[in-house]
């Protein structure tokens, strides 16, 4: 399987249309923070930034409405779907449902190339922060969690998991500053790799857990007084 795993379940499709680009920019902006939770998404305003027209930019705000990332309220303009801790623990806990299904099948079928591979991703995941590079650091983060589910995952499963990633991306990232060091963070991807490794999916399932539970936790009390109850 190549490094690249961030698109791996998309392979063979069709190259992306206008709009899904716009989408592409437009949720990469939300998940930044650079359009803020709230924010009014304006389709004349989109459009020159994007440099395209209004027609691809009301396509992509539908798909990301349907992702949960932009809500459309009555009789008023688009904007960007609003942060709080019910939205966070529904995010989380559905993860959890999912990605620990994905990866007791994944810990059952995984080879010693996988391993290496992953553990591969994970070194660079660590240094690309240490660096500096948080872009970077989040593609790789990105990509080792679903190096791993694509191991034992269906195409359904891994483009749920995506939708609830991107939606999580937003309060994980106010959460960095009370996670400890990059190297704290290897270590809980690195006991996950670990069960996989010795193909103990009982394991897997319960570190991977602790650690969407702890970010979780950890978001909440970074960030409780920006987010709604």
Known sequence: MPDNMLDTFTRGRKPPTLAQHVAEQIRDAIIQGDLAPGETLLLQDLAKRLDVSIMPVREALKRLQSEGL???????EARVTRLSVVDLLDTYETRILLE???IRRAAEGFAAQDTERLASILERYESAYQAGH???GRMLHKAFHF???AVGGSAWILQLISMLWDNSERYRRLSLTQRG???DRRREHSAVLEACRRNDPDLAARELEHHLRRTSELVIRAAKSLLET
């Open 134 to 136: 948080e872009s970077e």
């Open 147 to 149: 190096g791993m589910y």
């Open 70 to 76: 932009v809500e459309q309220p009555p009789q008023k």
């Open 100 to 102: 620990t299904r994905v």
């Open 181 to 183: 060091t990059v190297h």
